[in-house]
């Protein structure tokens, strides 16, 4: 864990609206009165077990696919000593219970779920067991130290045993030990044996309920028209009564974020809102465009920005060596998360009081905006959180705009409203990866490797303007701007990293892998075009730049390498490319065999993947984690772009803003470290290598950089 | 207006205008909720159940074109006590991630199955290209339906 992470963890204390939450810490040790009344024994505030046996384990991590309550049911059960068929894993309560210790709010993200809940976790789990055994050795009047657990059961000195869910209730009654005694992790016998997905039968049936799928008794749906610019605002809506007389239409409201109408079902509301006739005010941005950020971008690129990282005399060995300098400038553009599950949140607004349901993940201060909005205290806020159907980032934004929709749609209804957002919506509504222009300069040494880089990064600020900005941001300076430039693993003794962060009307958000996204793309890549430019083989260029680096990236080198084959002979016309990155802790190499399709771009047939997250608590996981990461990088290398023109997003639904399919899928291997080291996450760390592993193949074939993503509109532009 | 569905083979009256895709009648007006809203323009697939057993994205099929229709949603596929094949494939290849796209992947596969059970890879990537999946799922998917085809059990 980085310090800028752990510094923004203890942002903690504030919501936005500029309240203080107050610092909570977890104690997952306590049991809620408000959860009580439910069926089955609490043992400890994560676990309920029922007199069935069956356990049901509140997961403080939202489920969005990436496979937490699965792995973390896993890590409970280890402890527990119970088995896995026995779990089934639900959304916790918004609690201060349920506090993730990483951030100091309840919240999922940064890959930090298991690194976060992994020793929290373990504690519950041998706390409850050891309450279990207290409860046997009380009815059965022996010493516990004569009793043992085995799959569920308490096993007494005779043989006689008991089933968990037999002594649930008197387990309940006794006092958490504060520090059980935990497994040696070579006692682990389900840590680290791939699990399937607890929820995997709801799922494939189509009774899983995502945030979407909620129905209410008397629920509105509502749209929402949003002005075409960002920053812009409805001046009034012209045909209010036509719209009004539209069957199922019960009202039009202006609303923050548009103009909302609400009907009956969906497609009324749809029909009626594609119907509305409504005269905008285009506000300051009107005339922004994607091609003038870029020009504007690479005009900033070449002054000097607010330093970052100054090591050696980068600049000074530039100047001396400018005979052999290398250079080159990376475009990147806008992009969207674009979830598969629309956005959407359902509120109903009574007297003095709100809930609120939604697949959303920085609950905490959700609570607290949806408080501040309605003026009510957040505990007068029951927020229910959502199965959700991907989210990638979008989905935890501190403004909680999707679930603020559905607050003031629903407000004063006295019902329940549910907002839809449609894909349009979701393209063009902002909150993106920011667009990014990278410069980077280095000088070689005799030897080839370099011994200058200065590298200025051109973004927009994720963090300023937020309430983590106190904590992400010093000097001018956004830490998730930089991410992955600075500390640069290689051995470059001249180093030299500084930010421009301009300000521009476009909403901004991390995006899977947030800052790597882009510093990964553009360091990886200009480090193979150092490689080629001192005649090496990238690999072994690397080699030489990690020597008394971390061992852990080596080690990740080393095992895509071998598994990949890099070196042997490949079919006519396939290269290889590589790209290695540590990111939220975790470590990630991949190698693209690649060829050249049509236009020079380059089609992906195989990936070798090799992470490092210590521990693998679920390995199917952690590899469904990492070819997702490829498919979701890949993505966004070929075809993600959100192009601004005009003040408008070009954009608008899966036609141009285009998704890897199946028959573009590559053969994706993913190879585990075998490690000892506590668990990191997996969620981001895939990512960042894919698009440099690509331009690095596409480099070796055509012996041409590739200097703006994504590769597909690239060419297609030039 | 009154318009008779036949949907998981039962009829079903619902009162709407028939111009509205069956989509949004499913979801809205019958709770069934199984089949998903991905694009709204037959580009991703969430949407796609089947009409007399082909593959139909519902989002952009009004109504009135499939009244009186055999209409199969996901609900219909198969539960949890009497899975389809696929279904079954898909649990034990553990092929799902969010979830989110998959009704209308397993409709997607369901149909292709029901017509060519035994497809060649080139065959599969071609039914199943109109499915996106966010999370990546493609590779467990592909060998999924390879599997279920093999065992001849993926038409059922």
Redesign the interface.
């Known amino acids: 864990m980085s310090t800028t992470r752990r510094r923004f963890l203890q942002v903690s204390a504030l919501a936005s609206g500029g309240f203080a939450l107050g610092v909570a810490l977890p104690n997952p040790m306590r049991t809620l009165a408000a959860e009580a009344s439910e069926d089955g024994a609490e043992l400890t505030a994560f676990l309920r077990v029922h007199a069935d046996g069956r356990i049901v384990f509140l997961s403080p991590n939202i489920e969005?696919?990436?496979?937490v309550f699965t792995s973390h049911s896993m890590i409970v059960a280890e402890e527990l000593d119970a088995e896995i068929e026995r779990f089934e894993a639900r959304h916790s309560p918004v609690d201060a219970a349920y506090i993730n210790p990483l951030f100091g709010v309840m919240g999922t993200g940064g890959s930090t779920s298991t690194p976060a809940f992994w020793m929290p976790l373990r504690r519950v789990g041998a706390a409850a067991r050891a309450m279990l055994l207290a409860a046997a050795a009380e009815r059965w009047n022996v010493p516990v130290a004569q009793l043992r657990t085995d799959r569920g059961r308490v096993i007494g000195p005779g043989g006689e045993s008991l089933d968990y869910g037999e002594l649930a209730q008197d387990a309940a009654r006794q006092t958490p030990p504060a520090e059980p005694a935990l497994k040696h992790p070579a006692e682990f016998r389900l840590v680290g044996k791939s699990t399937?997905?607890l929820?995997?039968?709801?799922?494939?049936?189509?009774?899983?309920?995502?945030g979407?799928?909620l129905?209410l008794p008397g629920m509105l749906?509502a749209i929402v028209a949003r002005p075409p610019v960002f920053g812009g605002s409805s001046r009034g809506v012209r045909n209010e009564f036509e719209i009004l007389a539209m069957?199922g239409v019960h009202k039009i409201k202006s609303i923050s974020s548009g103009v909302a109408v609400l009907a009956e079902?969906?497609?009324q509301a749809?029909q009626a809102c594609d119907r509305l006739e409504i005269d905008w005010d285009a506000g300051a941005n009107a005339n922004l465009s994607s091609e003038e950020l870029y020009g504007r971008y690479e005009q900033l690129a070449q002054t000097t920005g607010a330093m970052v990282e100054d090591q050696g005399q980068a600049q000074a060995r530039l100047q001396a060596g400018a005979d052999s300098a290398v250079s080159a400038t990376f475009f990147m553009p806008y992009l969207a998360h674009?979830?598969?599950?629309?956005l959407n949140a359902t509120a109903h607004v009574r007297d003095g009081e709100a809930e609120v349901w939604a697949g959303t993940y920085m609950q905490t201060i959700d609570q607290a905006n949806i408080a501040h909005r309605l003026g009510l205290p957040p505990q007068k806020v029951q927020l229910h959180t959502m199965?959700?159907?991907?989210a990638?980032g979008r989905r935890a934004n501190l403004e909680s705009d999707f679930i603020i929709d559905a607050v003031e749609a629903a407000r004063d209804e006295g019902r329940p409203v549910k907002v839809?957002w449609?894909?349009e919506d979701d393209i063009r509504g902002g909150k993106y990866r920011p667009l990014a222009v990278h410069r980077i300069e280095a000088a070689l040494g005799a030897d080839g490797m370099p011994e200058a880089w200065l590298q200025r990064v051109v973004t927009q600020s994720i963090m300023m303007g937020t309430p983590f900005e106190p904590f992400a941001v010093s000097n001018g300076v956004d830490r998730t701007s930089v991410e992955g430039a600075i500390e640069m693993p290689y051995a470059i003794p001249h180093r030299c990293i500084e930010l421009h962060t301009p300000d521009v009307g476009v909403s901004r958000l991390w995006w899977r892998s947030v800052g790597h996204t882009h510093t990964g793309f553009a360091g990886e890549h200009f480090l193979d075009i150092l490689a080629r430019k001192a005649g090496q083989d990238p690999v072994e260029y690397r080699r030489k730049l990690l020597q008394g680096s971390d061992p852990r990236l080596l080690g990740v080198l080393d095992l895509a390498v071998e598994k990949a084959g890099w070196g042997q002979r490949l079919p006519e016309g396939h290269a290889h490319g590589v790209a290695l990155r540590k990111s939220f802790s975790s470590y990630a190499c991949q190698i693209f065999e690649c060829s050249l399709g049509p236009d020079g771009i380059p089609v992906t047939h195989r990936v070798t993947c090799a992470v490092d997250v210590g521990i693998a608590v679920n390995p199917?996981n952690i590899e469904?984690q990492v070819?997702?990461?490829?498919?979701?990088g890949l993505t966004a290398a070929l075809y993600g772009a959100i192009e601004l023109e005009g003040g408008r997003v070009r954009q608008s639904?899966?036609?141009d803003y285009r998704?890897?399919?199946?028959?573009e899928?590559p053969?994706?291997e993913v190879h585990l470290v075998k490690s000892t080291e506590s668990p990191t996450g997996i969620g981001e760390p895939g990512v960042p290598p894919v698009a440099p592993a690509l331009a690095n193949a596409k480099l070796a074939l055509s012996g041409e950089p590739t200097y703006r993503l994504p590769f597909v509109q690239a060419t297609r532009r030039s | 207006m009154t318009i008779t569905l036949n949907v998981n083979g039962r009829d079903r009256a619902v009162d709407v205008d028939s111009e509205t895709p069956l989509l949004w009648v499913l979801r809205d007006a019958l709770g069934l909720t199984g089949t998903k809203f991905g694009c709204g323009i037959a580009q991703c697939g969430a949407c796609t159940v089947h009409v007399e057993g082909q593959a139909r994205r519902s989002c952009v099929t009004p109504v009135r074109a499939v009244a009186g229709r055999a209409i199969t949603t996901i609900e219909g596929l198969g539960d949890r006590d009497n899975l389809h094949p696929l279904q079954q494939v898909w649990l034990d290849d553990d092929v799902v991630q969010c979830g989110y796209c998959q009704a209308g992947q397993l409709m997607s596969a369901a149909a292709l199955l029901q017509s060519n059970p035994s497809p060649s890879d080139e065959e599969i990537d071609l039914a199943m290209s109109g499915n996106i999946c966010r999370c990546g799922t493609y590779d467990r998917i592909r060998k999924a339906i390879r599997r279920a085809a093999t065992s001849g059990k993926g038409g059922s």
């Not at chain 1, 995997?200 to 899983?208: F, R, S, Y």
């Open positions: 969005m696919g990436q496979g399937r997905r929820e995997g039968p709801q799922k494939v049936t189509g009774q899983a309920t995502f979407i799928d129905q749906t069957p079902s969906y497609w749809k674009a979830p598969m599950e629309p199965l959700t159907g991907g990638f839809v449609t894909r199917w469904q070819q997702g990461a490829v498919v979701y639904n899966f036609h998704m890897l399919r199946m028959h899928m053969q994706i």
